[in-house]
């Protein structure tokens, strides 16, 4: 399992959520890293290898996963019409 870190603007973002998209939110990104190369279904997306998004209703988490370092970082945490800005 990938160590889950965050950057201040998705633990931000992140208290900006109602809570249960919150929760939810989170469940998947621990889904994702106990199993960083999926296949997960229709919320998960890879962009390449090491860079993709979660999606939870509305809100989008932008992420990085670092091998080398066994860990996966959430770069940021939106809504899905500011999230690709």
Do not use: C, N
């Not at 989170?26 to 199993?35: F, P, R, T």
């Not at 066994?70 to 019409?81: C, N």
């Amino acid at each position: 399992m990938l160590k889950i870190s965050w950057t201040s603007e998705a633990s931000q973002g992140l208290a900006q959520l109602p809570a249960t998209d919150a929760r939810r939110l989170v469940e998947k990104i621990e889904l994702l890293a106990a199993k960083p190369k999926g296949p997960h279904g229709k919320w998960w997306r890879a962009f390449s290898d090491t860079e993709g998004r979660i999606r939870q209703g509305d809100w989008r988490a932008l992420y990085l996963i670092d091998d080398a370092a066994g860990a996966i970082a959430i770069m940021d945490v939106d809504h899905r019409s500011r999230i690709y800005d």
